[in-house]
């Protein structure tokens, strides 16, 4: 039989919250690959799917607005938008509460190319889930909400 594990050993909470931080990247990274190799039924990059899908949530934003909401440099956010209008799956359109910064929604393919890939990655996912209760995925989700608040000030730009 082995010993205990690290989060046994350990009942500080700042030692479960470093068990999260590096969890999390090889998460994001395999996620990461994982939609790189899935989205070419679509054409989609990360980078891309990620706009999209920050649309599809929340409706036009700017640029500055979806750099923010994702920690992301404006300047990757713009190169996103680039790729994904050269495609026609956004537009920009008048800001009224800004001149200068346009606001970007999603085109009716943007929309059917967002849809398509979220409903692949949903059906993947539940098989993901399997033994995990709604409670589990509540208190995942709210920690990670709150170590996102946490490191809210940190400048991506």
Do not use: W
Request: glycine share 6%; net charge positive; aromatic share 2%.
């Amino acid at each position: 039989m082995s010993g205990p594990t690290r989060s046994q050993r350990s009942a500080e909470p700042s030692d479960r919250l470093i068990e999260v931080f590096d969890l999390v990247g090889p998460l994001y990274r395999r996620a990461h690959r994982k939609v790189e190799q899935d989205a070419p039924i679509e054409g989609l990059s990360v980078g891309v799917r990620a706009v999209l899908t920050m649309l599809r949530e929340h409706g036009p934003m700017t640029v500055p607005q979806m750099g923010r909401a994702q920690a992301l440099s404006r300047q990757f956010v713009q190169r996103m938008i680039n790729d994904a209008a050269a495609r026609h799956l956004v537009e920009s359109v008048p800001n009224p509460a800004h001149k200068r910064s346009s606001l970007i929604r999603l085109t009716e393919e943007g929309r059917a190319a967002i849809t398509a890939v979220l409903d692949r990655e949903r059906a993947v996912l539940r098989q993901a889930g399997g033994g995990l209760t709604e409670a589990d995925i509540t208190a995942c989700v709210r920690v990670l909400s709150h170590l996102l608040r946490f490191l809210d000030n940190v400048d991506v730009d």
